[in-house]
């Protein structure tokens, strides 16, 4: 059974600090996704990462992925309040295109 | 990118009813998924539709409760049989984008509440 775990599960951080979500996952997968989730809202893609050291970067934040390692980083620069909101990554699943979610990290970013 | 609407885009339900919901694409996809999100959880794979075949379920999830239709490369539906309190969720539809199913995109999920 494929596996996504990430951590932490709960973010409090403030503005304009640094941190990092990480994703593990337990099987072979080429495909890593992570998407922001506000609150009410559907899910909006923000990257996929499709091979081992494939590292992508939109504005303050950075996904990396590690096949080897089986683990992704969500990096977030210098956090600002709109960052506020449940971040997911997402695994193919090995049967299929679908995905096996994480358990998302509920990010709030404070003055 | 797609574009993909949910039709209702939330309801409030009684228990032992059904709901049927419904997931437009703008453009042809050989895959559409559904998912459910409990409140404050993550999301479940709820089955795969594929134009022309019967949906495959995952595991605790059955036809009986939740058929689903995939009429043509546009469209399908999801029905939630029987509903109880437990039902309550949000559900979406997705599909992919690319060769290989690579970009995954969500519609804007249909909330549901069974009372």
């Known amino acids: 059974e494929l596996k996504v775990e990430q951590n932490p599960l709960f973010l409090s951080m403030q503005e304009g600090k640094n941190y990092t979500i990480y994703c593990n996952y337990s099987?072979?997968?080429?495909?890593l996704y992570w998407y922001r989730q506000d609150p009410g809202k559907s899910l909006e893609s923000l990257f996929v990462?499709?091979?081992?050291?494939a590292v992508k970067q939109e504005g303050r934040l950075m996904a990396s992925l590690d096949t080897k390692a089986r683990l992704s980083t969500l990096h977030i620069t210098a956090a600002v309040h709109d960052l506020s909101a449940t971040y997911f990554c997402?695994?193919?699943?090995?049967?299929?295109?679908?995905?096996?979610f994480g358990k998302g990290t509920s990010l709030l970013v404070t003055p | 990118s797609a574009v993909i609407s949910q039709k209702p885009s939330r309801d409030i339900c009684q228990r032992g009813t059904s709901l049927t919901i419904q997931c437009q694409v703008d453009?042809?996809?050989?895959?559409m998924f559904w998912y459910r999100q409990q409140p404050g959880q993550s999301l479940t794979l709820i089955a795969t539709?594929?134009?022309?075949?019967?949906?495959?379920?995952e595991s605790g999830f059955v036809i009986d409760k939740f058929p689903i239709s995939r009429p043509n490369l546009t469209f399908s539906t999801l029905t939630v049989s029987n509903m109880s309190p437990e039902d309550s969720s949000i559900y979406l539809c997705?599909?992919?984008?690319?060769?290989?199913?690579?970009?995954?995109?969500f519609g804007p999920g249909t909330r549901l509440l069974v009372l």
């Open positions: 997705s599909v992919g984008r690319g060769t290989y199913q690579e970009t995954q995109y």
């Open positions: 997402a695994v193919d699943m090995i049967s299929g295109y679908a995905l096996n």
């Open positions: 453009s042809q996809v050989t895959m």
């Open positions: 099987t072979t997968s080429d495909r």
């Open positions: 990462l499709l091979s081992n050291g």
């Open positions: 539709a594929n134009q022309g075949s019967e949906a495959t379920y």
